[in-house]
């Protein structure tokens, strides 16, 4: 029960903490002589404290496993998802991207998760095709209606799409007529051509068979 002073005609009063729920709040008044208002039209309230969920990831590492962080990687794709735990449900924004790298996507929100995740694969197919390498990183946030917003999540991944350079073969020791490539030292060097910034390994095959790792 509130007091309101005499002659009043507004005031507001700011109810206890509820926990999350569905209520249903209900107001009446009472003049000093005990009169009793009608009761107010019900006014229907979900109280959700809860905060959605995000999650990134990168697509696939196709060169050798790094970490589950980082992917070094000629597919650049992320895949992402965004629920709400609280039952108020996403808002119309549902999920905010943001993509940094050597070419941006700058923060935007979508309607949905499935249109944030259309927009991030139309992005790094891009990257892709343009041959923009280097490390990306995305960033996602969930929001719901009530305003709720999920911890940031995030992912990485390094995006390398240019072939290296063809590797140099020859002889140690050409010990016969230079030149001739007869010799009694079987040994031969296998030079990478120019540098790759995320390292290059080498094979080799002899007489057509299959690929050996190469070793320095």
Excluded: C
Excluded at 13 to 26: D, F, K, V
Excluded at 28 to 55: E, F, G, H, M, Q
Excluded at 172 to 196: H, S
Aim: glycine share 10%; hydrophobic share 40%.
């Amino acid at each position: 029960t509130v007091v309101v002073a005499a002659g009043a005609t507004a005031w507001t009063y700011n109810l206890p903490a509820l926990a999350q729920g569905s209520y249903t709040y209900y107001a009446t008044s009472t003049d000093a002589a005990d009169n009793t208002s009608v009761s107010s039209v019900a006014l229907p309230v979900v109280i959700d404290t809860t905060n959605p969920t995000a999650t990134a990831a990168f697509v696939s590492d196709t060169g050798t496993v790094q970490s589950p962080a980082t992917a070094i990687t000629s597919v650049g794709n992320f895949t992402i998802t965004a629920g709400d735990l609280g039952g108020s449900g996403l808002s119309a924004n549902a999920v905010n991207v943001a993509i940094s790298g050597p070419v941006a996507l700058p923060a935007t929100d979508y309607a949905s998760a499935a249109a944030a995740q259309a927009a991030i694969d139309a992005f790094m197919d891009a990257r892709e095709v343009a041959h923009n390498d280097g490390t990306y990183t995305i960033t996602v946030i969930a929001k719901d209606v009530a305003g709720n917003s999920s911890t940031p999540a995030t992912a990485s991944l390094v995006l390398d799409t240019t072939n290296p350079t063809t590797p140099t073969i020859g002889l140690v020791a050409d010990t016969g007529t230079p030149g001739d490539f007869l010799t009694k030292n079987a040994a031969i060097n296998i030079t990478a051509g120019g540098t790759d910034a995320n390292g290059v390994s080498l094979q080799y095959s002899v007489n057509g068979g299959g690929w050996v790792d190469g070793a320095g």
